[in-house]
Every structure is written in structure tokens, then in C-alpha cells.
């Protein structure tokens, strides 16, 4: 079934909105407004530093649980500001490293230079990859508006030839992404599919539906057929449903993915039953737009939102 109407105009409507530079920036410098909207953040944000990040993963880990740990930005404008956030992955690294934390490193390309230089985005990744290689972690791009997908797969492409330890995440809401997929099993990166939580024109994509879930699912099967390293990143009860029936978890090439924050009662499942679980975790001062995309994902998010701006937020490490 395609998302019922009123709740696809609401989530389009709230995308906007997180695009909004000006309502970003009077809730930011509103001391009435950040903290209630931080408030609502924190049940899918760790917090605002690196340590907060660090910690709970550490939880989690020792829970179980695989992680991927991402300082939150995308779209910096200036150079100096791209070389501070390569730097603090860096310093997440490190700090991964020496704490023992085997986590896997997640960002957008537009956080380290891609609205910038795309050579400065390439030059500051080479350098992470190399960081988090001599280390023993792995980095992970993330997909970002379609407008930019051919510039991260190309700098992906350069980039996983020298260090296999890249991986990069493709969205199946974009017709072009069984075509990408295709050619990205050349590469000895793993893949991270995503449905997209991106507006995009209609003729670019499909909408939410039982025909994305079938893209959703040919895409999983394309990668185990090749035995590649997939990483199912869904909170889909219907589609871990075809996964597990398929035996997809069982392989080692497999993972599920899901959002701090997002199913913690389906991740604490798949975990309990023996299926490898990654959560992915974020930490930074730039939570806004990612509160807006949760939100947006699933509509009825917006009532929990609420709840957390009232009575406060909650501890959400104890839900796994």
C-alpha cells in the first residue's frame, strides 16, 4: 500500500521544513525552543559530544550489539569547517580505537568537503580511510539527495580501490539503483541499502509502497547472490520478515541496520534470537535536520516528539 495521503503530505511538508535555514536558525537560537526540541532529539540522538556517542556504543556493544557511529552534518560550505569535521572522525576514531570499540564510521561526503571541492572531499576521506584502517575499523558513506549521487559514487569508486575497509549506502527509492548496484558488486566495499529519506521528483522514484519493498528486497538478494557485504537498514518488520524467511541472516555477509532510537524492540529480537544487529548511532550539535528526517520517516513519530518536549526525554541505551 502507497503511504496514506494525509501522513505522505505531512512527511513531505516536514522534509521541507528540515531544509528551512531560517526556522533552523530562530529554533536554534531560541533559548525557549532548543531545549525542548533537544529534548524530542534525544530519543534518537546519543548527544551533542563525542563522548556521548562513545559511551552508549559501548553499552551496546557489550550488549551484543554491532555499531556505526556518525558525528552528525552534511552540506558545509566552508573549507575550514570540512577540515574540523574530518578531524573530529578522526579523533572518533582514535578514541574508538583506544577504547576498544569496534565501531563502523558513517557520514555524508557533504560533511567533509562535497559542496565545497569535491578533490577536498577525496583527499580528507583518503585520509580517514587510512586512519580508520590502521585501526582495524571500516568507514561508511552514506547516500544523500540524488543531485549528488553521482559525485559519491564516483569518489567512492576512487577511493574503495585503495582501501576495501569504504563501504557506501545506495537508496532503493531510486530507479537508477538496480543499474548502480550492478556495477558496485565490482567493488570490494560493502553496501548499505536504505529506502531514502529524501524528497525526490516522482519520476526519479518510488514512492512508498509494496512495489518499493519488492525493489527493496531484489536489491538484498542481488548482493547475497554475489556474496557481498550487505547491510540491511530497515526498520521494516514486513521486509526483516522476508530476510529471515529467506535465511539472508545467516550468512555472514549479512547484517540488519537500524537507527538508535527506531524499533529498539525489534533490534533487541533479531539480537536475542542470534542475528547479527547493528545500531547506528549519532552524536553532534547539528541534530535538528536528523530529528526532522526521523519524524518524517514515520509520521506518528511526531506524538513521541511531543511527549519528549512535556515530560522530558528518556533514557533510550535501556530499550536495547
Not at 563522548?51 to 554491532?66: A, P, T
Not at 529519506?197 to 536489491?219: H, T
Not at 545467516?250 to 537500524?258: D, G, H, I, L, T
Request: glycine residues 6%; contains cysteine; charged residues 25%.
Amino acid at each position: 500500500m502507497v503511504l496514506p495521503s494525509i501522513e505522505k503530505q505531512f512527511a513531505d511538508s516536514l522534509k521541507s521544513i528540515a531544509r528551512n535555514l531560517e526556522i533552523k536558525e530562530y529554533i536554534q537560537q531560541s533559548p525557549e525552543l532548543y531545549p525542548l526540541f533537544l529534548s524530542s532529539a534525544k530519543r534518537f540522538v546519543t548527544g551533542e559530544s563525542r563522548e556521548d556517542g562513545v559511551s552508549i556504543g559501548d553499552q551496546l556493544v557489550h550488549k551484543g550489539y554491532r555499531i556505526s557511529l556518525e558525528f552528525i552534518g552534511e552540506n558545509t560550505i566552508n573549507k575550514e569547517e570540512c577540515v574540523r569535521a574530518k578531524d573530529e572522525f578522526i579523533a572518533l576514531i582514535k578514541q574508538c580505537s583506544n577504547r576498544g570499540i569496534s565501531s563502523r564510521i558513517s557520514f555524508d561526503l557533504s560533511h567533509i568537503g562535497l559542496s565545497v571541492d569535491p578533490e577536498l572531499t577525496f583527499q580528507n576521506l583518503l585520509e580517514m580511510a587510512k586512519e580508520a584502517q590502521s585501526h582495524g575499523l571500516s568507514l561508511m558513506i552514506s547516500m544523500e539527495e540524488s543531485a549528488k549521487t553521482d559525485q559519491i559514487l564516483s569518489i567512492y569508486k576512487r577511493v574503495v580501490v585503495e582501501y576495501s575497509n569504504v563501504g557506501v549506502t545506495l537508496q532503493a527509492q531510486l530507479y537508477r539503483t538496480l543499474n548502480d548496484l550492478n556495477e558496485l558488486l565490482n567493488y570490494s566495499g560493502e553496501i548499505r541499502i536504505v529506502k531514502g529519506a529524501y524528497q525526490e521528483p516522482s519520476d526519479i522514484c518510488i514512492p512508498r509502497s509494496d512495489k518499493l519493498d519488492q525493489r527493496y528486497l531484489e536489491l538484498v538478494d542481488l548482493c547475497v547472490r554475489a556474496g557481498h557485504q550487505v547491510s540491511i537498514a530497515s526498520h521494516d518488520e514486513a521486509i526483516y520478515k522476508q530476510i529471515i524467511q529467506r535465511g539472508y541472516l545467516q550468512n555472514s555477509n549479512v547484517e540488519a541496520e537500524m537507527l538508535y532510537g527506531i524499533r529498539p524492540e525489534l533490534c533487541k529480537q533479531l539480537k536475542d534470537d542470534g542475528l547479527p544487529v547493528r545500531v547506528y548511532l549519532t552524536y553532534g550539535v547539528e541534530w535538528y535536520l536528523y530529528l526532522c528526517h526521523r519524524i518524517a520517516e514515520y509520521p506518528p513519530n511526531i506524538y513521541v516528539a511531543i511527549t519528549d518536549m512535556i515530560q522530558g526525554a528518556k533514557d533510550t541505551s535501556k530499550l536495547y
